[in-house]
């Protein structure tokens, strides 16, 4: 299980079905939340354009994680993967 404490140091990134997904820290004006952006399974996240990326806010905690893997659960189950 991915743990808040490892996106203190390095951002998580995988694939699943056709899908790419990264989650890291995201800081904005002093705003702490978890960033998820999922993107097509062609490319790495560096050079996938950035208009292929889609971008997902949640709470920057343990259940924010939970949220997004819930969330790109959806997504796969959708056929969005």
Same mark, same amino acid.
């Not at 694939?15 to 702490?32: F, P, Q, T, W």
């Not at 806010?57 to 920057?60: G, I």
């Given at each position: 299980m991915l743990k808040i404490s490892y996106l203190e140091k390095l951002p998580f990134k995988g +694939?699943?079905?056709? %899908?790419? &997904? %990264? !989650? =890291? =820290? #995201? /800081?904005?004006?002093? #705003?702490?939340s978890l960033l998820l952006c999922t993107y097509p399974d062609i490319l790495c996240f560096e050079d996938t354009k950035e208009e292929e990326k889609n971008y997902k806010?949640?709470?920057?905690s343990d259940c924010g /994680? #939970?949220? +997004? /893997?819930? &969330? !790109?659960?959806? %997504?796969?189950? =959708?056929?969005?993967?």
């Open positions: +694939s699943i079905a056709g %899908l790419r &997904y %990264l !989650i =890291k =820290k #995201n /800081i904005v004006e002093n #705003n702490v806010e949640f709470e920057y /994680i #939970n949220e +997004s /893997i819930n &969330y !790109i659960n959806t %997504l796969l189950e =959708k056929g969005n993967g």
